[in-house]
Each structure stands twice: as C-alpha cells, then as structure tokens.
C-alpha cells in the first residue's frame, strides 16, 4: 500500500491491480489536493476502507480476487454512504446499469480524461456527505459495535425496546460495551433530551452505596454538612443505569426494590418523601439467576429489573467486528495524539483476529491506543505487543461458559465456529510448548504438513 498527504481532509481509496494505473491515479488526484491510499486487490482495500475511513473509493471492475462489483457491495455493507466510482477497461450499458443498481456513484471507462474524472470526483464527495441520523435509527451502534450477527441481534433488541419505559437488565462479560448499549438505549428514547446517569455499583463501598443513589440530609452523619441529592433525583425524568448491579449488599437491594414499587425515595437521614421518574437500565457480568440460587441476589428485584433482557456477546464471538472496531480506535487515536498512522499490516490484523480478548472492548481499545503511540506508519504485529500465551489462558473450554455462549444469543453455528477455534488453538499451543518452538516437530506430532503448522500459527498469534 502506497500513501500520500494534501492539505485536503478527504481521503480517497484506489483499488486496482495494475501498478501503472494506480500510479496514474494517485498522481491525478494528489495535483487536485486529495489524500489518497492504493490497495492492489479488493481484500488490501477493504482492510484500507475499514481502518482509514475514506471520504470515496475508486475500484477498477477486474480485481485479482473479485469483481469491483463485489468489493463495491461488501462497502456499501459496512458504510452505506461511501460513494464508490467503478473503472472498467470494457464499458457496456449493462455493466454500467448493474453498478448503479448495487450502489456505485458513476461508472467510468478507461482510459478516461482526467479532468473528468476529478469532476466526477468531486460530485461524488459532494453527494457522499453523510446525512444526520434519523429519529429511531440505533444511534451509531452499527458504526460504534459493528453488523457480525450476534451484534446486529443486540442492536435489534435495542431498537424494539428503547421507545418503551420498560426496566432493561443488561448482561455481558466486562468491557464488552454495556455503557454503550446503555446510553443508546437513552438516546433512542422519549426521554433522550434529560439526564442519563451511570452508577460503578462495583467501584462504591457497601456503607456508602445508599448514600451515592438517594443522597442524604444536613446533619444525617458526622461531615454531611449541607444537604446533598443523590443519582436518583440527578436522573429524574432520564435514566439511571447501574452497573455491575450485583455487587450490591443485600440491605441495598431491598432499599432499590422499594424504591422501583414507589417511585419515592428518602434520604439518608431524612423523613420527607421525594418523588423521581427514572428508567433504570441495570447491568451485570454475571448472570444473576445464578445469584438468585446462591442467596446473594433477591428474586423479587430481579423480576423488578428485567422488564427486558439485552445480552451483550463478547468480543471473541464477534469475528467480523473486530477488524471494524480495531479501526474505530484507530481513527480514534490519530485525533487524539495527532498522528497520520494508516492501517495494521496484514500480519497484525491477523493477530487482531486470532487474539481471544479475555478484556473485550476495552482491551482491544487499549491495545489499539498504545500501538498508535509508539508506529510511525502502520501497525504491526510488535506494535500490538499482545500478551504471549494469553490465548491459551483465556480459552472458554467449560461447560459454564458455554452456558455463557447460549445466553449471549449465538446461534448454532456461531457456537460451534468459536468452540472448534479455541480446540484447534489450545491444540497447537500444547503442542507447540512439548515441542519446545520446533514447528517441525509440532507438524510430525499433528501429522500435518509443516506449511499448514505455520499458517495456523500464524492466524493464532502462537509465535509464528
């Protein structure tokens, strides 16, 4: 990949496997103030569009590993509203009427006259600026989480739920995106223009944790020296999201259910009433049915919290966003450090997609961040420094947290993929440690060819 700096903001992806024409066309476009990047085939560029977030991409119809026509609709997939010019060295009406069919902005034979082109350029940047969302849209979740399946059924129940005032209990593993999910709950409902308030039940001490939600009165404890409302009347009329929920002592919990039948709170030390409306969006990391059974959960506020349940599938479930989301925090990081850093090397999105994420989201933003700060260009697989051996200490193999796999809402087939993945791993990294490193001997022991030991090493991080 070739890339190149103007003054302009817009950026704009060159795909086509002749060296001369990419050459031309960067070129071409670089005297006119763009910035460009050239991929020489459709997978290179949908890494590039993914990563580098183009403002247009220019694709030649013939590409070595499928038709522009087929890169075109797999962009049309992830950004809608990208604006795609088609170059092909056999114009026909039929072709050109496909195109524009499937989402292309103009069709365009070769050779074609620059200035032309640069029009057309310009027009499909012009039509290409992305409208505002519209109401009852999902908020940016698709941009911000990405469309694998177990994603876009997350968003889905989103959508269904947020015009409602049901009470939404959400679960998933930590950093998997609960606050995110929970804040476009809010967005998306009537009571988007008050207050959304988050509460870390984990992170406050049990004998502080009344006083944090309800607030307390002058006098109520030695130090309460002026009256203080706490994140129950902060919320009022939006809605108050607590997370990591079961954490809380039992004293608080009966407190909270009181509160939910009421819909009035006291503060500490006080006598009067207080009125509040708030939707109450919960969120745990452990599903407390399973609390329930143990004693350290009451079942009467659970039934109270789970008007509506949303599972929040963990990141090593969701092959197909990470490479999106990885790209996200990238973008992210630029602007935040100031820096022009492009794109992760092939070898590092491999890395990226073999990497379990026992820390989620989270993890992966961090991770993205540091390498960011420490590359000069693009992201490789040293820059990502990912854990050595992490893969085989943070495999799911129990039973319970299969369990965990079927409450997250996965299919069939999404079950199986992860499961066989986290097998064929743990089977190399065993192999590859009784053999002390020696790929030709972990490919003798697994009667495989050594070709095919190295490849999946490789896609595994296993210090191929």
Request: aromatic share 6%; glycine share 8%; proline share 5%.
């Amino acid at each position: 990949m070739n890339g190149a700096m103007s003054d302009s903001s817009d950026v704009i992806l060159v795909v086509d496997d002749d060296e001369s024409m990419r050459r031309i066309l960067q070129l071409v476009l670089q005297r006119a103030g763009f910035r460009v990047i050239t991929a020489q085939d459709a997978g290179e560029g949908l890494c590039l569009a993914r990563t580098c977030g183009p403002s247009l991409a220019i694709l030649d119809y013939r590409l070595p590993d499928m038709t522009g026509l087929d890169m075109l609709r797999r962009l049309k997939v992830a950004s809608p509203h990208l604006p795609v010019i088609l170059l092909t060295g056999f114009a026909d009406l039929a072709g050109a009427v496909t195109a524009i069919k499937e989402g292309a902005f103009e069709y365009l034979a070769k050779p074609f006259d620059n200035q032309g082109l640069l029009s057309k350029v310009r027009e499909a940047l012009a039509y290409g600026q992305e409208p505002p969302a519209a109401p009852g849209g999902d908020c940016g979740l698709r941009e911000r989480m990405g469309a694998s399946p177990a994603i876009t059924r997350t968003i889905e129940d989103v959508e269904r739920v947020a015009p409602t005032d049901f009470a939404v209990s959400l679960f998933g593993e930590t950093g998997a995106g609960k606050e995110v999910v929970a804040r476009a709950v809010h967005d998306l409902s009537p009571r988007a223009g008050h207050p959304f308030v988050a509460v870390d039940c984990g992170t406050i001490p049990d004998s502080l944790i009344e006083n944090e939600l309800f607030g307390h009165e002058r006098g109520a404890f030695t130090g309460a020296e002026r009256q203080q409302p706490g994140k129950f009347e902060a919320a009022h009329g939006g809605t108050l999201f607590l997370d990591e929920i079961g954490n809380l002592a039992w004293p608080a919990q009966a407190r909270l259910l009181r509160v939910l039948q009421e819909r009035v709170i006291y503060r500490v030390g006080g006598t009067k009433p207080i009125a509040v409306d708030v939707r109450l969006i919960s969120a745990s990391n452990q599903d407390l049915t399973e609390a329930v059974n143990k004693g350290t959960f009451r079942e009467d506020l659970l039934y109270r919290l789970c008007d509506y349940r949303i599972a929040i599938p963990p990141l090593r479930t969701r092959e197909d966003d990470i490479l999106h989301i990885a790209g996200q925090f990238l973008a992210e990081a630029n602007r935040e450090l100031g820096k022009q850093v492009g794109s992760f090397t092939a070898e590092a999105a491999a890395a990226l997609l073999a990497y379990p994420w026992p820390g989620n989201v989270r993890q992966l933003r961090s991770v993205v961040r540091r390498a960011v700060l420490i590359a000069s260009y693009a992201i490789d697989t040293h820059h990502l420094a990912l854990p050595e051996g992490e893969s085989e200490r943070a495999l799911p193999g129990t039973a319970a947290s299969t369990s965990s796999l079927y409450q997250m809402g996965l299919s069939l087939k999404e079950i199986v993929r992860t499961r066989m993945a986290d097998v064929e791993r743990q089977v190399l990294f065993e192999a590859l440690q009784r053999s002390r490193g020696n790929k030709a001997a972990v490919a003798r022991m697994l009667q495989v060819d050594y070709k095919t030991v190295h490849t999946k090493l490789k896609t595994y991080g296993l210090g191929a």
